[in-house]
């Protein structure tokens, strides 16, 4: 259940309320706002008028539901915004790993010559095996900040694990969890400190209730800056490399409120399907799009089969902003 107290409620009354209801307790645009789990149906009447509104659910799905807030939320990502009445597309850029200065300028420099805001780069990597490239760690985190700093991008960068979260809550402007991180509570409890926009992605076995309920790990911290990723499951085929799921992507937007970027660059796994999986994705109407793209792909430390090269990426670009348009979405 999720109770607003009323609005001349103290901090005070509103902390001993929460502590009866055994609630989470968190202030949202000045109202006192408690959490409790999905099981509490009715309002205890030693409360009752203390209590403005209160809305009941039949699983955890609660701050994220759209049964609560029926608008989308909107996230603020330095100097622009995501999800909302928007009705954009974000289209974020740059390589798998931030590999050297010089590749990670190159991407800059690519981004801020198409007008765009938002470049990624992980320092981090989960790789799958402890022999390949791990990532440049904190001098990587560096490099972005200065990527920052020079070309007034935004950045985002990813969490392996709960070890360095305090790192990329400091370096990046958005933090990334991964599709195998998104169930370290460690990282999305840290999230839930921070006020920075956080972007979790479906792990690639997770339904679309345990997706939702990671976010809500964040939400119901008090940080309401969250934005859900879709990048693929993994199912019998291995033709791709994995399978975006679009199915999945039309039952969050129908229940969920927070924005939605896709991406298809992880889902295929190979960048000649990348354009065409991402007309389908923007076809959809969603809030962003991730996609790697690398100065050489082939030489790329990770992920090397699916990044764009810059003139592919700059056609991808192009095409995708009549599919935008055609559904009433523009690309930024
Ligand atoms: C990535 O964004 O480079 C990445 C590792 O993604 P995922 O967590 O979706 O595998
Ligand atoms: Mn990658």
């Known amino acids: 259940m999720i109770v607003h107290l009323k609005a001349n409620t103290s901090q005070e009354k509103a ?10 307790h968190i202030k949202s645009s000045g109202i006192h706002v408690l959490i409790t789990e999905a099981s509490t149906k009715e309002i205890p009447g030693e ?3 203390d209590v403005d509104k209160f809305w009941v659910f039949d699983n955890d799905i609660q701050l994220a539901s759209k049964k609560y807030c029926s608008d989308k939320r909107e996230v603020k990502i330095g100097n622009v915004s995501i999800g909302g009445n928007n009705n954009s597309t974000l289209l974020i850029g740059g390589p798998c790993s931030v590999e050297s200065e010089e590749q990670i300028r190159s991407s800059a420099e690519l981004l801020v010559g198409m007008g765009l805001s938002t470049l990624r780069g992980g320092c981090y990597k989960p790789r799958t095996s402890p022999y390949s490239f791990q990532g440049m760690g904190l001098e990587g985190l560096k490099l972005l900040a200065k990527m920052r ?33 998104m169930y370290d509570q460690g990282i999305l409890r840290a999230c839930a400190k921070t006020q920075k926009p956080v972007l979790i992605k479906r792990g690639f076995g997770t339904t679309l209730k345990e997706f939702v309920q990671a976010a809500e790990f964040v939400l119901s911290g008090g940080n309401e800056n969250v934005i859900l990723c879709e990048r693929g499951l993994r199912t019998f085929e291995t033709g791709t490399r994995f399978t975006l799921d679009l199915c999945g992507v039309a039952w969050l937007q129908e229940h969920v409120n927070l924005p939605i970027v896709l991406d298809p660059s992880h889902a295929m796994g190979y960048a000649y399907g990348v354009p065409v999986l991402s007309r ?8 962003g799009l991730l996609i790697e793209t690398h100065p050489n792909p082939k030489v790329a430390k990770s992920d090397a089969a699916q990044q764009l090269n810059y003139d592919e990426f700059k056609a991808l670009f192009e095409s995708l902003k009549p599919v935008a348009k055609s559904v009433g979405y523009k690309m930024v």
């Open 15 to 24: 902390g001993q309320i929460a502590e009866k209801l055994n609630a989470f």
């Open 47 to 49: 409360i009752e008028n």
């Open 149 to 181: 700093e020079e070309y007034g991008l935004n950045v985002i960068t990813e969490a392996r694990d709960a070890t360095h979260i305090d790192e990329i809550i400091h370096y990046s402007d958005v933090i990334q969890v991964g599709a195998k991180a």
């Open 280 to 287: 389908a994705c923007v076809a959809m109407g969603i809030d």
